[in-house]
């Protein structure tokens, strides 16, 4: 009921049940830097209650993309080291309120998320994909 009230929401579920899994790969990645930078500020603003609601979102991201992890492929036998990295930042930042941590932790979602955007385009389209990408580093 709620989303046929909420046209934003509504759209929201449709790009989420219409998107291929590199776009949403890249959704999740989205979503966890927005919630880091809404930590951030909450840690700036000593707001302790905001900062784990929005560190504890982050952290539910990336255990999502630890579990979307197919151990088959030995790619994600190097990746979840790194992953669980990324969440040993994002506690020590929830525990520590300590800005340093979720620094690190953001740095790698966003190299993270622009080596996906980068992959996703090589896959859609090996040939014409030489040079890099486009200069605002967003998936099509």
Request: hydrophobic share 35%; charged share 25%; proline share 3%.
């Amino acid at each position: 009921m709620a989303l046929a009230q909420n046209p934003y929401a509504q759209y929201k579920q449709q790009a989420v049940t219409t998107a291929g899994p590199e776009k949403l790969l890249i959704m999740l990645f989205d979503g966890a830097i927005r919630f880091a930078g809404q930590a951030r500020k909450a840690i700036e603003d000593k707001d302790i209650e905001k900062s784990n609601n929005y560190l504890m979102r982050c952290q539910d991201i990336v255990f999502e993309l630890i579990g979307s992890l197919n151990m088959d492929f030995e790619i994600s036998h190097s990746l979840l080291p790194m992953y669980e990295y990324i969440n040993y930042n994002l506690q020590q930042a929830n525990i520590q309120k300590d800005l340093k941590y979720l620094d690190e932790a953001e740095i790698y979602l966003r190299e993270f998320r622009e080596i996906w955007i980068q992959t996703a385009k090589l896959v859609k389209n090996p040939q014409s994909n030489q040079s890099g990408g486009d200069e605002k580093g967003e998936y099509k």
